[in-house]
């Protein structure tokens, strides 16, 4: 008869584990299935310059930071001064991907916000976000020389961000570079 | 139990198999593209809206993903191949419903587990009511029931 007492409340607990697992998680973040994976290929216009093309060869060579915005975007703006100042300090490569944007919108955003990218790929029709599984504009993926995507970044960079997250991986990246050289 | 699980496999192959049984045409007919996109994007989630198939939102990556979903099939892809390439870029988290695999099996068999343990524990409850017999009477039950019969009792 003890068993029969104790069993609906073990279910109840079991249940209410779960739930509260499920309460921590934010169900907008899907994990990511890119990385370690090679860069999709791609050919899409530069942002500023529309018949020069850019390639998936075009962002292998050095550790490179791609992010994902748009003048659509309200949570871009947050990160644009982080990524304004990793540009300055000149730390890696940053090329942007313009996404889902009007030409003359995106260039307005960025002579109004500044302009952080080395070079801006447009991909008016999610060509190459698709191809990345991105699932939201800001969002941040650091390459590796050979190519290959090592991390990424759901949400803006925050300085915090940079400094916990993505600049360690930044680190090891350079760190085996120098090691295989 | 074995045979409702045989009889979930087979439902499961069964829906999957109209797909592969496609063949790999030269060119699609239009028609068909538009018919199997549609039926293919019913089956996709989309991942900027919680729970709504690429198929009913109206999310701009949802669109582009209608259309990736179209191309892939003009291609010359077949429903699962288009539904894998997807799967690929996005994770199981992109299906509709869940594969049956090692870290969904709970799902699947869960509620048959539940089922199956609710009943044990129903049937075996209901035998046991049905066998226990009421207490023996006491003698102060008798002594009041020869009381009421006798038409003594005023309680």
């Known amino acids: 008869m003890t068993l029969s007492r104790i069993l609906p409340v073990g279910v109840f607990l079991v249940l209410v584990a779960f739930m509260a697992i499920g309460l921590t998680r934010d169900p907008s973040v899907i994990p990511t299935e890119m990385i370690d994976r090679a860069l999709p290929q791609f050919e899409l216009p530069d942002l500023h310059n529309p018949e020069s093309r850019v390639r998936d060869e075009d962002l292998t060579g050095e550790i490179t930071l791609v992010n994902v915005f748009g003048s659509w975007c309200v949570a871009c703006l947050q990160e644009h001064p982080t990524l304004m100042d990793l540009s300055r300090q000149r730390t890696v490569r940053i090329v942007g991907v313009n996404w889902r944007d009007k030409r003359e919108d995106a260039l307005a955003w960025l002579e109004k916000h500044g302009d952080p990218y080395g070079r801006v790929i447009f991909d008016a029709e999610s060509d190459l976000v698709i191809e990345m599984g991105v699932t939201g504009a800001p969002e941040t993926f650091i390459i590796d020389p050979t190519g290959r995507i090592r991390y990424k970044q759901i949400g803006p960079i925050t300085a915090e961000v940079w400094r916990e997250k993505i600049r360690p991986v930044v680190d090891a990246i350079a760190a085996e570079t120098e090691a295989a050289s | ?155």
Not at chain 2, 37 to 47: D, H, I, M
Not at chain 2, 80 to 88: K, S
Not at chain 2, 118 to 126: D, K, M
């Open chain 2, 1 to 155: 139990m074995r045979a409702f699980v045989l009889t979930l496999l087979v439902l499961m192959m069964t829906a999957a198999s109209p797909a592969l049984a496609q063949d790999v045409a030269e060119t699609v007919p239009p028609e068909d593209v538009k018919s199997r996109t549609e039926a293919v994007s019913k089956t996709l989630r989309c991942v900027v809206c919680q729970n709504q198939s690429i198929y009913d939102s109206n999310a701009p990556l949802a669109e582009d993903m209608r259309r990736l979903v179209q191309k892939r099939i003009e291609a010359g892809d077949t429903d699962d191949e288009a539904r894998e390439y997807l799967r690929n870029l996005y994770g199981d988290y992109v299906l509709m419903s869940p594969p049956l695999q090692l870290n969904t099996v709970l799902l699947w068999v869960g509620p048959l587990i539940l089922v199956v343990f609710g009943s044990v524990w129903f049937l075996s409850r209901l035998r046991t009511q049905a066998t226990e017999l009421p207490a023996d009477l006491s003698e102060e039950d008798r002594a009041r029931i020869a009381a009421a019969l006798s038409g003594e009792d005023k309680a």
